[in-house]
């Protein structure tokens, strides 16, 4: 008999009550009350389990099924039949019932609540629990939610190299690829390695950004977007940073830094109204169980208008509370997270956009202000995250940009073709990065990056059991 998927069963039951049907999928728990007994079953279909009612006297396998434990796979046909019981209308009546792995007693996810800090140590397994079932499967709705609304806007979806030659961000905090035996270095006549002999006839590392890439496919597209990973070996071991991490990119010709923040901006509310509207049984199990009033906190963050400030008036803001931060506000300071937090939770009280930063602590690529000490560069802080979003309008005039490449040291040579970009039919552009680890934190309320990836990757972690 065909499996009918336990989301179609729960879609509609009334549509199907009367019928044989069957359905597969893992106990969540299994109760025995003498005479009849039930299973949650749940084939990861839907958040939701269908219950399953076994009864002693006319089901064969009644002894073996109601002490299978959770985590046990089965297949059960039976008619489905309106429920007498609360918590769900219909349930199916158990007739067959074929065990594929009854699951041992020392199966680690049993019937309770397991901390996430334990949950973390089982990569492997975790997303059976309800709490990373929610979790994963919004991560899954937002990555589409993003493709919709980028379809929907007239984007190019491009796909910009994982292995690259450049450092985009100049931050130098890239992951080596080679085939150089480690053990042999081949080395040059200065003693230096010669990576002429290496697999690319050159250095080369893992992309930390794809945005010169798309800058360039911006300039023929007009409006293109990468998502995809990227990579930083920051030895920063927060809650919000992973070494692995995927990344929003939309880059957009003929447009400004306003431009840029109201495509940021727009882009978040749609994300958070689609989750609104495809996840309402994960984001209540979230909001119940894991942060409290999240859904009102995104139907908010829908509502908001966001708040637009200057680097240097931020500074302002920040400076007369010097005595509480670890590190104090200053001009020419990059934001620390303190900074952001105190900014966005505090002095706004919501989402916010920080402008116009000091050139020295931003990429080399954006835009010179007319001031000569500021950049068109834009941040997106969000309470419980703080940044989300970093951006710029980038410099199309090939003068200033070579002048700014020499002035940082960066290699003429390698940049050629970046600034051909500007040479040949330059336009304003802007773009913007999201990082999407940090969406998804923020719209379910998660407070460890290493809770909204699968297989999280950071650094050290090797050194814990890991898949
Ligand atoms: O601010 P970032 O470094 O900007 C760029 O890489 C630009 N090239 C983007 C662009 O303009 N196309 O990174 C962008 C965002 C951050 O705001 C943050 O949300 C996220 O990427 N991010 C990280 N997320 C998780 N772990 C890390 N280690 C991250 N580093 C950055
Ligand atoms: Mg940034």
Known sequence: MKRTEIRTILRDPAALAGRILRADGW?????????????????????????????????????????????????????????????????????????????????PLQKKRHSLDFLRSLPHLRARTNVFAAVFRARSLLALAVHRFMEENGFVYVHTPIITTSDCEGAGEMFRVTTLDLERLPRNAAGAVDFGADFFGREANLTVSGQMEAEALAHAFGKVYTFGPAFRAE???????????????????FADLNDDMNLAEALVKYLARDLLTRAEPELAFLDRFVANGLIARLEALTQAEFARITYTEAVARLAPRNASFRYEARWGADLQTEH??????????????????????????????????????????????????????????????????????????????????????????????????????????????????????????????EV
Request: net charge negative; aromatic share 8%; proline share 5%.
């Open 27 to 107: 106990v969540k728990s299994a109760r025995d009350s003498g005479r009849v007994g039930f299973i949650d079953l749940n084939d990861g279909s839907c958040f939701d389990s269908l219950q399953v009612l076994l009864d002693a006297e006319s089901l064969a396998a009644y002894a073996e099924a109601v002490k299978l434990g959770p985590g046990s796979s089965l297949s059960v046909t039976g008619r489905l039949q309106p429920s007498p019981a609360g918590g769900q209308s219909h349930e199916l009546k158990a007739e067959t019932v074929k065990i594929y792995a009854a699951c041992p007693a020392d199966y």
């Open 235 to 253: 030895n920063s071991n927060t809650a919000r940073h992973a070494a692995e991490f995927w990344m929003i990119e939309p880059e957009i010709a």
């Open 340 to 465: 952001e937090r105190c900014l966005t939770e505090q002095i706004l009280g919501g989402p916010v956009f920080v402008t116009d930063y000091p050139r020295e602590i931003k990429a080399f690529y954006m835009r010179a202000n007319d001031d000569g000490r500021t950049v068109a560069a834009m941040d997106l802080l969000l309470p419980g995250v703080g940044e989300l979003i970093g951006g710029s309008q980038r410099e199309e005039r090939p003068e200033l940009l070579s002048a700014r490449l020499q002035e940082l040291g960066l290699t003429a040579a390698d940049y050629e073709w970046y600034l051909d970009l500007r040479r040949f039919g330059g336009a304003p552009h802007a773009g913007f990065g999201l990082g999407f680890e940090r969406a998804v934190m923020c719209m379910t309320g998660t407070a460890n990056i290493r809770d909204v990836l699968p297989f999280p990757r950071a650094a050290g972690a090797a050194a814990r059991r």
